[in-house]
């Protein structure tokens, strides 16, 4: 562990310090007791007075008692003082090593660990900066430290566990990489990246979406959602507002990608759940060397991704003449959805880990996106589902008729190697369909209304959180 | 008359020979008696028993000084901060002391009892040994005279 700002603690520094100054100084008494009688001794031995010679044999075997059982008696004790305080010392070892236990048992039973929002470090806690004296402390746990809490250099204590309360804390949290302040606190983040190329819409499903939770599915299940802080109210109150009056989010541009994130708080469970939502450039998926930066690929819990129909070459032949008059409202993506996905896996299997035959455990939502244009809805829509279902008896769910009709028409344009890909990739895939915006933008200046933006989201939460799943079952 | 005289000479020399014998023969077994009475027992029986009663002494005098010392040392050094410096250092000189008392209380009545024992049975000895004590040890014989 690396050296901390604070006092060592007792038991594993000062306490053997003392034990060792304790023997020594002992051992140095002794031989000054003896010393002192031996001189006596000799004192007593150059009067005159026959007595003093009889007094001179009594201090001088005080000497050589000293020396000789003094000696003894001072191996039992050092002996004995080494168990007592060795006994004192397991307990006080065993309690760490249970407060140890709990508090990481707590952190990963509860899947407490801190990422950055901002240079995306995973660490399982952020550090914390003295509230006195402002020094970082990196790894504020029970160590040998303090067990409980721990003191500062200045003198100030701090809190070493969950359950003294280190979250009090939460104002001085700051990232161990990048020394941002990090307000995340000690809760379980779901990280999910939104992978696309350009213009596939991902802002804007990143804005409908949260929106739509905030609105209508939150109430629907008791959940109290709050922004990390005011940087992402404030981006999600101007793109809302924008959204409102008609107008789509401005292109994202900047390739460093900071996360959307807002908390999911219920009275039912704890700790709180923080979503990050990952909105890179869909410029980034145009190499897989973009996303070296993208760090939370080695953390993150879920994948959406976001496909435009209008970037597969099939579908744009067969909606030529219609693209040539809306296609500047649309905005078909440029980019091949296999590209975005390729780069997405080879970012995975270079950086990550992942190996080229291996599945990737995590849930991935496949979300075909501008449904509302011309006859995407009827093709792999709600209405297309249902019918589906109607057709075919076996079917037993929308998600499963949405499911073949994607995959359908995956095949029918020509992409069933990437179907394949998919269905080879990810043990836990899913498609969805929707639209973000709910109509092809205009100058109307109408209000968006999105449709199915949550589902994918949902699928996903349901997925990787129990809580959050109990609480979706029942909404 | 001379002849008397010789044979009177001889008579006072041979009795002062015997009387000198005679005397010798007691002042040796005065010389028996005091060794058997006083320096066979000295350091025979007493001498063991000083130089045990010397090293039970020994062991106490010396033990005390050390524990002492080490308690002097205990209170100097150990020192923790915060809330334990008390319960620590009264943990360690509590248990320090029950476990020396429990050494010592030990060591008295295990020395009581082998001591008492001992002394009884040395106590027994020497009686027993000073009964087999006679004085003279040994016949004393004047020389010439036939009982």
Not at chain 1, 86 to 112: D, Q
Not at chain 2, 20 to 46: E, K, N
Not at chain 2, 77 to 91: A, R, S, T
Request: charged share 20%.
């Amino acid at each position: 562990m690396e050296t901390q700002p604070a006092i060592k603690s007792y038991f594993f520094g000062k306490g053997y310090q003392d034990l060792f100054n304790t023997i020594k100084d002992s051992w140095n008494m002794n031989l000054a007791s003896a010393k002192k009688y031996w001189n006596k001794t000799t004192d007593f031995w150059d009067e005159d007075n026959h007595l003093y010679k009889i007094l001179s044999v009594a201090t001088a075997f005080s000497a050589l008692s000293v020396i000789v059982f003094g000696s003894i008696w001072f191996a039992v004790l050092s002996i004995l003082h080494i168990l007592i305080l060795g006994s004192f010392f397991l307990v006080i070892y065993f309690a760490f090593s249970i407060v140890l236990i709990i508090e990481k048992i707590y952190m990963l039973i509860r899947g407490i660990f801190t990422a950055c929002p901002e240079c995306h470090h995973k660490s399982p806690l952020p550090a914390y900066l003295c509230p006195k004296c402002k020094i970082i402390h990196t790894r504020l746990i029970p160590s040998s430290y303090g067990i409980l809490k721990r003191t500062c250099h200045c003198g100030n204590k701090l809190p070493t566990t969950f359950f003294q309360r280190r979250l009090q804390l939460k104002e001085y949290a700051i990232c161990l990489n990048c020394n941002r302040s990090i307000t995340t606190q000690e809760t379980k983040p779901i990280c999910i990246p939104i992978i696309g190329g350009a213009s596939v819409g991902k802002t804007c499903f990143l804005i409908s979406a949260t929106r739509s939770i905030i609105n209508k599915l939150a109430p629907k299940v008791s959940w109290n959602i709050e922004f990390l802080d005011s940087n992402n109210e404030i981006r999600y109150k101007k793109e809302l507002n924008n959204f409102n009056n008609g107008m789509v989010p401005p292109k994202t541009i900047a390739m460093t990608l900071s996360a959307f994130n807002f908390f999911i708080k219920s009275e039912k469970w704890s700790p709180d759940k923080l979503i990050y939502l990952y909105d890179a450039a869909g410029e980034a998926f145009e190499s897989s060397e973009n996303l070296l930066d993208h760090r939370f690929y080695g953390y993150l819990h879920g994948f959406i991704f976001i496909i435009d129909p209008f970037s597969i070459p099939e579908l744009i032949d067969q909606y030529q003449d219609q693209l040539n008059l809306f296609g500047a409202n649309i905005k078909p993506s440029s980019m091949m959805l296999e590209d975005a996905f390729n780069a997405m896996l080879i970012n995975l299997e270079k950086n990550h880990g992942i190996k080229r035959d291996q599945q990737v455990d995590k849930p991935c939502a496949i979300v075909i996106n501008k449904t509302d244009a011309f006859d995407i809805e009827e093709r792999v829509g709600k209405k297309a589902a249902r019918q589906l279902m109607i057709r075919d008896s076996t079917i037993k769910s929308m998600s499963q008729a949405t499911q073949m009709l994607c995959k359908e028409l995956f095949v029918e344009c020509g992409l069933g190697n990437f179907l394949r890909e998919i269905q080879s990739k990810f043990k836990k895939y899913q498609f969805f369909t929707c639209s973000a915006l709910g109509y092809i933008p205009d100058n109307s200046k109408k209000p968006f209304k999105p449709y199915r933006v949550t589902d994918p989201l949902i699928w996903i939460l349901a997925n990787v959180d129990k809580n959050l799943r109990n609480d979706l079952k029942n909404k | 008359m001379q002849i008397f005289g010789v044979i009177f000479a001889i008579f006072v020399a041979i009795i002062v020979f015997a009387v000198a014998v005679w005397l010798i023969q007691w002042g040796v077994a005065c010389l028996v008696w005091c060794y058997q009475v006083a320096l066979m027992p000295f350091f025979v029986y007493f001498f063991p028993a000083i130089l045990l009663t010397t090293v039970v002494i020994g062991i106490y005098l010396g033990s005390y000084i050390s524990a002492s010392n080490y308690f002097i040392s205990v209170k100097k050094h150990v020192n923790p901060e915060g809330d334990l410096k008390k319960v620590l250092k009264f943990y360690i000189i509590s248990i320090l002391m029950l476990i020396l008392s429990f050494i010592y209380i030990a060591f008295t009545i295990i020395s009581c009892l082998l001591i008492y024992d001992l002394l009884f049975m040395f106590v027994n000895h020497i009686l027993e040994y000073y009964d087999t004590i006679i004085f003279p040890a040994f016949e004393i014989h004047f020389p010439f005279w036939e009982k």
